[in-house]
């Protein structure tokens, strides 16, 4: 089974956007790198922090 990651929000710092993971963890977006996100069975599409 895949994990599921819940993205709380999207910050925009000097060196460019990080993605904020619930729990903390973020992931910096890479100029020209492509992201994809799947919406799980049952879920909804939200935006928290755009």
Known sequence: MAQVWKCSGLRWPADGPVLVWDGGRSSV????????????????RTCGGA
């Open 29 to 44: 977006l890479h100029r020209g790198k492509r992201v994809a996100f799947e919406v799980a069975e049952g879920g909804v």
